[in-house]
Nanobody, 127 residues
Framework: VQLQASGGGLVQAGGSLRLSCAAS????????RGWFRQAPGKERDFVAT????????YYADSVKGRFTISRDNAKNTVYLQMNSLKPEDTAVYFC?????????????????????WGQGTLVTVSS
């Protein structure tokens, strides 16, 4: 069972990158999927999450309007389209999967909500 993140790299401020997170070993189509990031010396922060069917998404205020999370359940893959990148977006980006079933309107934004993690992909935004 593995999540494999890819698509990171070096980009100038204002540029775009698209991250992918492919799952293997089992289907992750029934799980909530999320992206987090961790800058050097800082904690792992929530970026975005998407519901099981892909019809609901939630974003950190710092990326709202610039990043878009999506999923392709046929490919067992989740994406993070990042536009208008800023130097402060520089971090290692991690994808994750939350297997829990929640009642009500709970949104998974804490790292402890997630059960499976990818290895991370580095995004560097130069000024």
């Amino acid at each position: 069972v593995q999540l494999q993140a890819s698509g990171g790299g070096l980009v100038q401020a204002g540029g775009s990158l698209r991250l992918s997170c492919a799952a293997s070993g089992r289907s992750f189509n029934t799980y909530i999927r999320g992206w987090f990031r961790q800058a050097p010396g800082k904690e792992r922060d929530f970026v975005a999450t998407i519901g099981r069917s892909g019809d609901s998404a939630y974003y950190a205020d710092s990326v709202k309007g610039r990043f878009t999370i999506s999923r392709d359940n046929a490919k067992n893959t989740v994406y993070l389209q990042m536009n208008s990148l800023k130097p402060e977006d520089t971090a290692v980006y991690f994808c994750a999967a939350d297997t829990a079933l929640y009642s009500g309107n709970y949104i998974s934004t804490r790292p402890s909500d997630y059960d499976y993690w990818g290895q991370g992909t580095l995004v560097t935004v130069s000024s």
